[in-house]
C-alpha cells in the first residue's frame, strides 16, 4: 500500500528471474521472501517500495496470454508504467528503481528512458551479458563434460538470435532452453550491462553479496568500472538473496533460499541512507 503522507521516497521493486513472485518466492525452492523484508526494512526507514508480479505471472497472470512471450524490452516497458503509477499515487517527482538479479538488467534497461527515474538500486545485478553468466553458473554446477558442452553449444545459438533444437539435449538442459523461452532469452542475451549503466547519468547504487553462488563480485565490479560515479557497497556473507552466510559451504549457502530468515544486517539502511543522500545533493 503506498503512503504518501509518511514516505521520503518511493522505490519499484523489479523481480529477478523465472517464475519469481513480488515477495521473491519462487516454485523452484526459493521460499525465503527477500523482497518482503527488503520492503519491510525499508518502510521502517520511511521509504514507500511497490513489489509487483511479472507480466503474465501470479497477480499480473491476465495481463497476457502466455507469460514467456516477452522480451527484457516489454519488461522495460512495465517499469514505466508502474513509475507511472506510482508517482500520480504518491505525488513524489521521481520513482527509484531497484532490481534483483535479472531485474537489475530489466532497470538497466528502463534507465535507457531516464524520465520520471530517480535512480537505480543494483541488487546482485549481473555486469556482464547474461549468457557469459549463465555458462559460469553451469560450469560451476555441471563441471567440464557433456552436457557443459551441450549448453555453451545452445547459449552461443541463443547469442546469435538463432533457435536451437533443443531435443538432442540431456533433459535437464532441455528445461533450460525450452522453446517456449528461447524468444525471452535471445532479448536477454543481447545486452551488455556494463554499455546500459555507462549511459545513464542519476545516481545509482550496486549492492552485492561477497558469497553470492549466482552474480560475482566481479559483475558488481564491472557495473562500477563502467559507471565510475556509482556507489558500490560488497556485502560481507551474503548470498544472492543477502541471506547471511558464514562459511563457503554451498550446501548451507542454498540451504538459506528456502528459509524466512532476516536479510544481511543494514541492506535497508544502505538503501535509505543512499537516497537519502541523492536526494539532499539534488
Not at 545485478?125 to 545452445?154: D, I, N
Request: hydrophobic share 45%; charged share 20%; glycine share 8%.
Amino acid at each position: 500500500m503506498l503512503r504518501p503522507e509518511t514516505s521520503t521516497a518511493s522505490i519499484l521493486i523489479i523481480p529477478g528471474s523465472g517464475p519469481t513472485d513480488r515477495d521473491g518466492n519462487n516454485r523452484l525452492g526459493v521460499k525465503g521472501a527477500p523482497y518482503k523484508l527488503l520492503a519491510e526494512g525499508l518502510a521502517s526507514k520511511g521509504v514507500t517500495s511497490v513489489r509487483v508480479d511479472k507480466r503474465g505471472m501470479f497477480g499480473s497472470s491476465r495481463a497476457v496470454a502466455d507469460a514467456n512471450a516477452v522480451t527484457i524490452n516489454d519488461y522495460a516497458g512495465d517499469v514505466h508504467a508502474w513509475v507511472k503509477v506510482i508517482r500520480e499515487q504518491t505525488n513524489v517527482p521521481c520513482v527509484w528503481v531497484a532490481g534483483h538479479s535479472e531485474g537489475g538488467l530489466v532497470a538497466l534497461a528502463s534507465s535507457q528512458n531516464p524520465d520520471g527515474l530517480c535512480g537505480l538500486i543494483l541488487l546482485a545485478s549481473p555486469g556482464r551479458p547474461v549468457g557469459e553468466v549463465l555458462r559460469e553458473q553451469l560450469q560451476l554446477g555441471l563441471g567440464k563434460g557433456l552436457m557443459l558442452q551441450q549448453a555453451s553449444s545452445t547459449i552461443k545459438s541463443l547469442e546469435a538470435g538463432h533457435h536451437p533444437n533443443v531435443y538432442s539435449l540431456h533433459p535437464a538442459l532441455q528445461q533450460i532452453f525450452a522453446p517456449p523461452v528461447q524468444g525471452f532469452l535471445i532479448s536477454m542475451f543481447s545486452y551488455d550491462p556494463a554499455r546500459l549503466i555507462a549511459d545513464f547519468h542519476k545516481p545509482v547504487l550496486i549492492l552485492q553479496g561477497e558469497r553470492d553462488l549466482q552474480v560475482s563480485v566481479a559483475d558488481a565490479k564491472r557495473l562500477k568500472q563502467a559507471a565510475p560515479a556509482a556507489k558500490l557497497v560488497l556485502v560481507p556473507d551474503a548470498n544472492h538473496f543477502f541471506k547471511v552466510v558464514k562459511s563457503a559451504d554451498m550446501a548451507a549457502n542454498a540451504a538459506t533460499y528456502s528459509k524466512v530468515v532476516p536479510l544481511a544486517p543494514h541492506i535497508a539502511d544502505e538503501i535509505a541512507d543512499f537516497i537519502s543522500a541523492a536526494n539532499s545533493t539534488q
